[in-house]
């Protein structure tokens, strides 16, 4: 018996390829949400970009990823290590992503996006297709 039938035996008989794809959507984003909260950070373009590549990284590294992408948003981030404690953390606000994920024939887009309007990090799916 490989892993995948063995992780499949834990979810319902009925549970759908849809509905899988879409709760490993949403593990992945409440994994990469729970990673980068209180990271710290400042905004030198090189932290920036390391960290980004880092936590793209390191989601890709799950089960049925396909691509990744994070985004600081660098408005958001005060600290420029002007001096020692001249640093910021990466907050909900700060943190946007982007999942593609394909699970046997459903790809699914996942979105991980600062909503004003809610004042919360709001995780969505923005795309499902079957092949």
Do not use: C
């Not at 590549?53 to 799950?62: F, G, H, P, V």
């Amino acid at each position: 018996m490989n892993e995948e039938t063995i992780a499949d035996r834990k979810f319902p008989e009925d549970f759908t390829s849809k509905e899988r794809a879409i709760f490993e959507v949403g593990i992945k984003l409440g994994a990469l949400y729970h990673i980068a909260m209180g990271m710290p950070i400042s905004k030198d373009p090189m932290t920036i970009a390391s960290i980004e590549t880092a936590l793209a990284n390191s989601i890709k590294s799950q089960p049925y990823v396909t691509e990744m992408k994070v985004k600081l948003n660098v408005d958001n981030i005060m600290g420029s290590k002007s001096h020692e404690f001249d640093y910021s953390e990466i907050t909900s606000s700060t943190l946007n992503a982007e999942i593609r994920l394909k699970y046997n024939n459903i790809e699914v887009l996942g979105m991980l996006e600062w909503n004003e309007e809610l004042n919360y990090p709001l995780m969505f799916v923005k795309k499902i297709r079957s092949d």
